[in-house]
T-cell receptor, first 114, second 112 residues
Framework: GAGVSQTPSNKVTEKGKYVELRCDPI?????LYWYRQSLGQGPEFLIY????????DSGLPNDRFFAVRPEGSVSTLKIQRTERGDSAVYLC????????????FGEGSRLTVL | KNQVEQSPQSLIILEGKNCTLQ??????????LRWYKQDTGRGPVSLTI?????NTKSNGRYTATLDADTKQSSLHITASQLSDSASYIC???????????FGSGTQLTVLP
């Protein structure tokens, strides 16, 4: 596609439920990032993929968070046993993985945990 | 610790006025600095990139400066428009290509 696509755009769930957020990066982009953004804050790094592998998952807050990118394109961020503190906008970005490293962001998935 | 501090946290100006946003960083080793504009409910979009050797770069009404010695950057917006209302985020790249530190952003509101 022309840009980074994220679905769903909005997700409301109850505490304790399982959530999946999907990211479809720009075609050909090898690098993919997940960020979490709270109101009035800059994006907070969660995980980085280069191809299919998670090259850096140091930003994942705990083991309830997991992300995959099985074929090196689409990625899914998975959150188990959601908590109210997980409420945020989850941004996905992709880049060509070379050059000056400009990130191209999706519009985000807004997660609300009740 | 690598940090990026932005000021002011928020700013309100009248349409047609100029403004300057500040970004100070302690990131090392420096690779580049990018300013992103984030409209409400949207993802950030790159405005301009500054490398170590660049002092000033313009993109339309946006002019970014970089002082690598003092580790400061600014984004100047000329003749503001209502559509400039957004959050402006300073992002510094350090080390390898994937290592980024984000500022918290400056929320700019342009009033008619």
């Amino acid at each position: 596609g022309a840009g980074v696509s994220q679905t769903p755009s909005n997700k409301v769930t109850e505490k304790g439920k399982y959530v999946e957020l999907r990211c479809d990066p720009i075609s050909g982009h090898t690098a993919l990032y997940w960020y979490r953004q709270s109101l009035g804050q800059g994006p907070e790094f969660l995980i980085y993929f280069q191809g299919t592998g998670a090259a850096d998952d140091s930003g994942l807050p705990n083991d309830r968070f997991f992300a995959v990118r099985p074929e090196g394109s689409v990625s899914t961020l998975k959150i188990q046993r959601t908590e109210r503190g997980d409420s945020a906008v989850y941004l996905c970005a992709s880049s060509a993985g070379r050059g000056d490293g400009e990130l191209f962001f999706g519009e985000g998935s807004r997660l609300t945990v009740l | 610790k690598n940090q990026v501090e932005q000021s002011p946290q928020s700013l309100i100006i009248l349409e047609g006025k100029n403004c300057t946003l500040q970004c100070n960083y302690t990131v090392s080793p420096f690779s580049n600095l990018r300013w992103y504009k984030q409209d409400t409910g949207r993802g950030p979009v790159s405005l301009t990139i500054m490398t170590f050797s660049e002092n000033t770069k313009s993109n339309g009404r946006y002019t970014a400066t970089l002082d690598a010695d003092t580790k400061q950057s600014s984004l100047h917006i000329t003749a503001s428009q209502l559509s400039d209302s957004a959050s402006y985020i300073c992002v510094v790249r350090w080390g390898s290509a994937r290592q980024l530190t984000f500022g918290s952003g400056t929320q700019l509101t342009v009033l008619p």
